[in-house]
Every structure is written in structure tokens, then in C-alpha cells.
């Protein structure tokens, strides 16, 4: 089902105000692993975004997420909004679990963390990650982020991390992304 631009707007501007994910997406009690969806079409719908399947791109932009719970890596699941056997490819989506969220879009728009996380059914808000419970600290690209996370735009060989830790405790920044060679 194809949402007019109007409709995508609307629904962003309503998570990004409300700070937490669009509905449906309720893991805000749940911790990690978080699985991905089968409901493609419908997560994909959440999170504004369409199935662009056998389109032709005139987006191609890769950005990293890295999460940790403390020390311990929270896996990003591959093929969130993307399933080859049904021919399904959201505009945002993952192909395997290193962590890379892949725009590709047959028109060039702004796709948000938020987007991704609505598509994948967990809640992200300025201050949780899921279920994880503690303090939240964003980096993007290096530096702190302060606000919302989940406007924080997709860029190609951008690096988000999201660090939940006890409060009080200093989190470690993320290592800089070893992005692989086809992606340079």
C-alpha cells in the first residue's frame, strides 16, 4: 500500500512528538534479543516506508547502529523489512546482522533511527531502548547526541550507537565502523 507523502509526514511527526515509537511496536518491557518481524508489509507500514521491490534507486546510503546493554552487543537481526522469497524490500531495511541499515529508495527523502525502529517493533525513545533499563547515551558519528533519537537522520557511512548503562556510569563511545570494502 503506497502512503502519500502527506500521510508518512504525519505519522513521523506524531512518534517524533510523542518520543517513543509509533503504535504497535510496544517492547518497551521486553530486553534483548529483539527478533525481527514477520509482518513486513504491516512494519513496514508502521514506519511509514513502502515496498520498493524491483524499483530503480535513486537512494543508495548505508549508515551503521551499533547498541550495547552495558558491555554486551545487542544484535541487529538481519532482513528487518526485507525478505527476498516474497519479493519484499522496504525503502529501510537490513540484510544480515553487522549492524548496517541500508536506505535504498526510488526517490531521495530523509529516513529516520525511528523509521527503523518502528519497522523493526521496538520502542525507541529519548531515554529507552526496548525494555533496556538505565541510562541512554547517542553518538552520532563520533560525537554526543543530545535529543531525541530518534530523529536522527540515516546518512550513508553515518555510525549511530546507543549505549544504555547504569545510571551514573560513564558508557564507552563506540569504535569507529570497519566498514567493508564494497561499501567504500
Not at 554486551?72 to 548496517?100: C, E, M, W, Y
Request: charged share 15%.
Amino acid at each position: 500500500m503506497r502512503r502519500s507523502p502527506a500521510a508518512v509526514a504525519a505519522a513521523v511527526l506524531v512518534a517524533l512528538l510523542s518520543g517513543c515509537s509509533a503504535p504497535g511496536a510496544d517492547t518497551s518491557s521486553v530486553e534483548p534479543p529483539w527478533p525481527r518481524p514477520t509482518d513486513l508489509a504491516h512494519r513496514a507500514d508502521e514506519a511509514g516506508l513502502e515496498n520498493v521491490w524491483g524499483e530503480r534507486l535513486a537512494e543508495h546510503v548505508h549508515t551503521h547502529l551499533t547498541i550495547t546493554n552495558g558491555d554486551t552487543p545487542v544484535v541487529v537481526p538481519g532482513n528487518i523489512g526485507h525478505a527476498k522469497a516474497q519479493r519484499f524490500a522496504a525503502q529501510l531495511h537490513t540484510h544480515d546482522t553487522s549492524g548496517i541499515l541500508h536506505v535504498e529508495s526510488p526517490t531521495r527523502q530523509t529516513f529516520t533511527l525511528g523509521q527503523f525502529f518502528d519497522e523493526w517493533g521496538v520502542s525507541l525513545g529519548p531515554a529507552h531502548v526496548g525494555g533496556l533499563h538505565g541510562e541512554l547515551t547517542i553518538w552520532v558519528d563520533g560525537k554526543r547526541f543530545f535529543g531525541n533519537p530518534r530523529s536522527i537522520e540515516l546518512t550513508n557511512r553515518g555510525e549511530i550507537g546507543l549505549a544504555v548503562t547504569t545510571i551514573g556510569e560513564v558508557p564507552q563511545r563506540p569504535a569507529p565502523f570497519d566498514w567493508p570494502p564494497q561499501y567504500h
